[in-house]
């Protein structure tokens, strides 16, 4: 019966596939995807020579010697996160690293447990069918979704064509009808939505199908994964390239999901220039494969952390795989730069290919420096024209200061309802934070590994993060599908001045009739001893709503300039839906005109000082509620509500003083900043006064109006006394 199937599916793909066991041999095939006998020389003849390739090669082979050592394990499916889900994982890993120590060693070891392994898997695969733990995802066979199918795919491909030569006509004719012609026939035909989806999932599909593709040399396969299933266009790893990325090479779904959709992009992207050089994939599209990866590295906090937007893991970092790939492979095809060999410093480690080589050379022979970026904005959109994300920086090295806000599309299904939401990097963490994704990754008690409830009832909700909730409620009303039909506008964006740098943005009807505008400010002074936040939050309604600002932080309550009302005998939740249900109301206050809160974080104080009016209301909130399974990470959280229709929230955050247990020292714990008040706004602009000890006083102003121009001139009458500048903004001090 299996035979039967397999001659049925070869007849209905009409791929005119004829295994190509038999049809060439090791003196006259050149390796596809895999290490060329040029590279194996090369890398070879630094072993021992050069300190980051013996440092990869070492790393290598212990791993994948380790691997050999424990024998061979092919289970049948099981649970996301599960032994076997996390088995058939490694043994792609596995593959793909004994196929490069078989190429570089020539020990047949190597080369036979690669065989022995996908022996394996050409006993199982045919009798697979879909995985029944897919819960509503397309499901693969081995995995609970396609995606891992995939990646399983990719890696095992470059593991195949290492040996290709070496097995026998049977052996590929067997791997090539059991395992990757089905594999093929499930994602492309059985499952062709995936290879045409505009997504991560869409990029790994197309990859992987173009990668088997090379290696057994079925150009029908390869058409598939540049253009789609149908070979228009359409689909496939080309169109990923043209809608996925703006311009900038910004990835809509941010950060965390680039470096994963990285791997299979860039290495489908070194195999297309291999095999058909004709394309010049690295000048595609305005050389945008380089722009994709400086934008993720430039997405980052100067630990290496990416910047979590959307769903995101707070912890993931520039040495993820595709990172390491591309540091290697951008300064060997882009030419070299000095950035690369400082992120290479970071990651300590290269790619065992041409590239590695390169890089590894120059590492050794030029002046390393570790990297600064500096302030930038990215535009979001295809066609770069729908928001984006800004980062006003400054410092250097790993102290430098981080402020970032996103003003960009939704991100599709990972996308969170945050629009002009913002974080705060200083003293070398994350103050004001994003919650990122609510999971466990391959962690099986905790659902297997996949996104929690929480995730939708949490961490995607916008009271979740650092930006303005109407009503309470998300912004479209929590629908995605309404979320994918809009996005933020960028307004201005100035980071000339490392001393005053400012970006604005817009949001508007994302709560109907509600139209927001948020400008901050990342200001130097010699008054103060670190750079502050200076943040104006302008709401304009037809109709009375509830604003609820909140500011999610980590560290120590210290103290304020309001008195608290603690519920001490009994919490309660401040809502019952849209994330509300998961924060206990601690304790509440009224702030009046202007107010103050004061936490430690690490050894730094941390202030918020905020406007405020008659009828302000402040909460205490802790994460925590209606979490029966303890799933959500506990933090503290401030949330400022006010009532009307216009509003403005101007607030600032200094960061001041310094605190250390082990020397028992204190210093500076109340801040030089005491008040903020708004003056004035209207359609032209907001004024804002910021006063302090020391006699400090600013009076800041922000452009309202329909269009930036940098050299128009405006003025706002505040009690009759004439308030004039010119610019979209203005900080004067006094």
């Known amino acids: 019966m299996k035979k039967f199937l397999t001659i049925i599916i070869l007849a209905v793909l009409s791929f005119g596939l004829i295994s190509c066991t038999g049809d060439k041999t090791a003196s006259d095939r050149l390796h596809k995807v895999a290490l060329t006998d040029d590279e194996v020389r090369d890398i070879n003849a630094l072993i021992g020579k050069n300190g980051l390739i013996t440092r990869s090669y070492n790393i290598l082979k212990d791993e994948t010697d380790r691997a050999l050592s424990h024998g061979i394990d092919v289970p049948p499916p099981g649970e996301s996160g599960g032994y076997e889900h996390e088995k058939h994982k490694q043994n792609y890993r596995d593959m ?6 078989f190429r570089l060693s020539g020990d047949e070891k190597y080369a036979r447990f690669i065989r022995n392994m996908l022996d394996a898997y050409a006993d199982m695969y045919p009798e697979l069918g879909p995985h029944p733990l897919s819960y509503n995802q ?26 290709y030569d070496w097995l026998t006509p049977e052996d590929r004719q067997k791997f090539e009808e059991n395992i990757f012609n089905l594999m093929v026939y499930w994602f492309t035909v059985e499952n062709p939505h995936e290879i045409d989806r505009i997504h991560n999932h869409g990029m790994w599909t197309a990859a992987s199908v173009g990668m088997i593709g090379y290696v057994v040399g079925n150009q029908d396969w390869v058409n598939m994964a540049l253009y789609g299933s149908k070979k228009d266009g359409t689909g496939g790893f080309l169109a990923q390239i043209n809608e996925l990325f703006s311009p900038d090479g910004y990835y809509m779904e941010g950060a965390y999901y680039v470096r994963y959709a990285m791997r299979p992009f860039l290495f489908f992207a070194e195999a297309i220039e291999k095999n058909q050089p004709e394309l010049k994939i690295y000048e595609f599209r305005d050389r945008l494969i380089r722009k994709v990866f400086y934008s993720a590295l430039q997405m980052t906090y100067p630990n290496g952390a990416f910047i979590p937007v959307n769903d995101a893991s707070r912890s993931m970092d520039i040495k993820a795989p595709g990172m390491l790939y591309g540091t290697s492979l951008l300064y060997y095809r882009y030419g070299p730069d000095d950035n690369l060999l400082g992120i290479a410093d970071i990651q300590n480690s290269v790619y065992l290919n041409a590239a590695g080589v390169k890089l590894a050379k120059d590492y050794e022979s030029k002046p390393v420096k570790r990297p600064t970026w500096t302030s930038v904005e990215f535009t979001d959109g295809a066609d770069g024209k729908q928001g984006g994300f800004g980062l006003l920086r400054t410092g250097e090295g790993d102290d430098q200061t981080v402020l970032g806000m996103k003003y960009g599309v939704h991100g599709l299904g990972h996308g969170h309802f945050d629009k002009l939401h913002f974080v705060f990097w200083n003293q070398r963490r994350e103050i004001i934070h994003d919650y990122g994704f609510s999971r466990w990754v391959n962690i099986e008690p905790k659902f297997g590994g996949r996104y929690l409830p929480e995730n939708e009832t949490w961490a995607k909700q916008t009271v979740a993060h650092n930006t303005v909730v109407v009503d309470g409620k998300s912004q479209n009303n929590g629908n995605r599908k309404a979320a994918d039909k809009m996005h933020a506008d960028r307004f201005f964006f100035h980071a000339d001045n490392p001393a005053l740098q400012v970006m604005s943005a817009r949001a508007d009807d994302y709560y109907p009739g509600v139209k927001m505008q948020r400008t901050l400010f990342l200001v130097e002074d010699q008054a103060l001893e670190y750079p502050v936040v ?55 206050a009224e702030p009046e005109t202007s107010g103050w809160v004061t936490w430690l974080d690490g050894y730094r104080y941390y202030t918020w000082i905020f406007s405020g009016t008659g009828d302000s209301k402040f909460f205490f909130g802790r994460l925590g509620a209606n979490d029966p399974n303890f799933n959500l990470i506990v933090h503290p959280l401030y949330i400022l509500r006010q009532s009307g229709k216009d509003h403005v929230y101007a607030s600032v955050i200094e960061p001041h003083g310094y605190f250390s247990e082990a020397e028992e020292v204190s210093r500076q714990a109340d801040s030089i900043i005491r008040y903020v008040k708004v003056l004035s706004h209207n359609d032209t602009g907001t004024v804002v006064q910021i006063n302090g000890q020391n006699n400090l006083e600013w009076i800041v102003t922000v452009y309202n109006g329909d269009k930036p121009d940098p050299e128009a001139e405006h003025e706002v009458y505040v009690r009759n006394q004439k308030i004039q500048w010119i610019g979209n903004y203005s900080l004067k001090k006094y």
Do not use: C
């Open 96 to 101: 793909k690293n004994a196929g490069i120590m």
């Open 138 to 163: 397309r499901p693969g066979k081995l995995f609970h979704q396609m995606l891992n199918e995939t990646v399983w795919l990719l890696n095992t491909a470059q593991a195949y064509d290492s040996i």
């Open 534 to 588: 200076v943040d104006i939050f302008r709401i304009k309604s037809d109709k009375i709503h509830t604003y609820d600002l909140p500011l999610h932080y980590r560290g120590q309550y210290m103290a304020s300039s309001f008195e608290l009302r603690n519920h001490r005998d009994q919490l309660k939740p401040l809502g019952a839906d849209f994330g509300y249900e998961h924060i206990w109301n601690e304790a509440e």
